[in-house]
């Protein structure tokens, strides 16, 4: 087999295109410092998510930050919720490269289990 025959079967074994690699937050946070972000393959045809939710109850305010991998009809949302005795606000917002998310400021949860599994827990820190 000849070089370039052979060059042309190493190809055929390549992946079309590597998976999208973002950041994602091991629970929801309080604070983008507290987002604890590790970098995490996507499956095929996801996109890098920052979400942010804002609760409010009376003068309460508590603001929750995720990263994750997305499906994209998850991408652009923006919505309100109610859970926990809070109504929250939240923002999605999505992008397309590697570690994308990492730095963006507006993140929200897309009421996925992560973030949800902060909910029991809300009544104990609202006191």
């Given at each position: 087999?000849s070089h370039p025959q052979q060059?042309?079967?190493?190809?055929?074994?390549?992946?079309?295109?590597?998976?999208?690699?973002?950041?994602?937050?091991?629970?929801?946070?309080?604070?983008?410092?507290?987002?604890?972000?590790?970098?995490?393959?996507?499956?095929?045809?996801?996109?890098?998510?920052?979400?942010?939710?804002?609760?409010?109850?009376?003068?309460?305010?508590?603001?929750?930050?995720?990263?994750?991998?997305?499906?994209?009809?998850?991408?652009?949302?923006?919505?309100?919720?109610?859970?926990?005795?809070?109504?929250?606000?939240?923002?999605?917002?999505?992008?397309?490269?590697?570690l994308c998310n990492g730095a963006?400021?507006?993140?929200?949860?897309?009421?996925?289990g992560g973030a949800l599994c902060?909910?029991?827990?809300?009544?104990?820190?609202?006191?």
């Amino acid at each position: 087999m000849s070089h370039p025959q052979q060059f042309l079967l190493f190809l055929c074994y390549l992946p079309l295109a590597a998976p999208l690699c973002c950041y994602t937050c091991v629970f929801p946070a309080i604070s983008p410092i507290d987002c604890l972000k590790f970098p995490q393959e996507c499956p095929a045809g996801q996109r890098c998510l920052a979400s942010t939710a804002v609760g409010t109850r009376g003068s309460l305010r508590l603001v929750l930050y995720e990263k994750s991998c997305a499906i994209p009809s998850q991408c652009g949302l923006s919505g309100e919720k109610h859970a926990a005795g809070l109504n929250f606000t939240y923002h999605n917002n999505c992008c397309d490269t590697d570690l994308c998310n990492g730095a963006m400021a507006h993140a929200a949860p897309i009421w996925r289990g992560g973030a949800l599994c902060i909910l029991p827990v809300l009544p104990l820190i609202l006191g």
